[in-house]
């Protein structure tokens, strides 16, 4: 089974003395899905939520450091997360994971809220070439890697960093998507909106059922706010180097 374990703000807050780690404080989702630790399936940061694993995901060979990773199989095998409530209606989110597709320009969801096609967030690379960041609050709006293989390889480890901010004005200021810690051009549709669908009561899922990711993810972890370039770039360090 993937195991997961807590992040600990008060460890990773001890002697850093930098501004760059001030995006500790806003984490409120994280699943490591480490099949190494023993200590439980899921855990968010208020601790009062689990995950549920649907259709044996497995955990895979070893990222760095003799962690593991989940490995979800293309088909059905997910987790579902439950209902994060601070995704929903909110006016900025910072989504970030490690991800290793088997192959590229599939169909594979990496994660899903939704009620419907038309109010959603999803994450998910396309068998167009195409990586889809969508908002949808009732049409299709998204912000896409155009030709995600420019950035991302197959059977290769990346580091993915979503951040919406509806603060901000314009598509470019409101989603912003970093691969390995440098921002990447997206193509967009629609506009992205303000704040986030009302997404309430409906579960989230790492994978999507018959869409599930094709692949191994870790370190999952979701921000309630969104993390300037230079936070990311240190959210990215310390997970590289497992300091979460």
């Not at 994060?84 to 994971?97: C, D, G, K, P, R």
Request: proline share 2%; glycine share 10%; hydrophobic share 45%.
């Amino acid at each position: 089974m993937i195991l997961t374990r807590a992040l600990s703000k008060g460890n990773l807050d001890s002697g850093l003395g930098n501004l760059d780690a001030d995006w500790i404080r806003s984490v409120v989702g994280y699943w490591d899905l480490n099949g190494n630790d023993p200590n439980g399936l899921a855990h968010d940061q208020a601790g009062d939520m689990h995950g549920t694993l649907v259709n044996a995901p497995t955990y895979a060979a070893s990222l760095l450091d003799g962690r593991q990773a989940g490995e979800l199989n293309g088909n059905d095998a997910h987790v579902n997360v439950g209902d994060l409530t601070y995704l929903n209606v909110v006016s900025q989110f910072t989504i970030a994971f490690w991800m290793n597709q088997d192959v590229l320009d599939q169909q594979d969801y990496i994660f899903d809220k939704r009620v419907d096609d038309n109010n959603r967030i999803s994450i998910a690379p396309w068998n167009n070439g195409a990586m889809y960041f969508v908002f949808n609050t009732g049409g299709g709006i998204n912000g896409r890697i155009l030709f995600y293989s420019t950035v991302i390889s197959a059977n290769s480890w990346h580091h993915v960093a979503v951040v919406f901010d509806g603060t901000q004005t314009g598509n470019a200021n409101r989603l912003v998507v970093y691969v390995d810690s440098a921002p990447v051009a997206l193509i967009f549709t629609g506009t992205i909106p303000a704040v986030t669908p009302d997404l309430s009561s409906e579960d989230a899922m790492i994978g999507l059922d018959a869409l599930s990711f094709d692949g191994k993810l870790f370190d999952f972890i979701i921000c309630n706010a969104a993390l300037s370039a230079r936070q990311a770039r240190n959210l990215y360090w310390r997970s590289l180097h497992g300091e979460l």
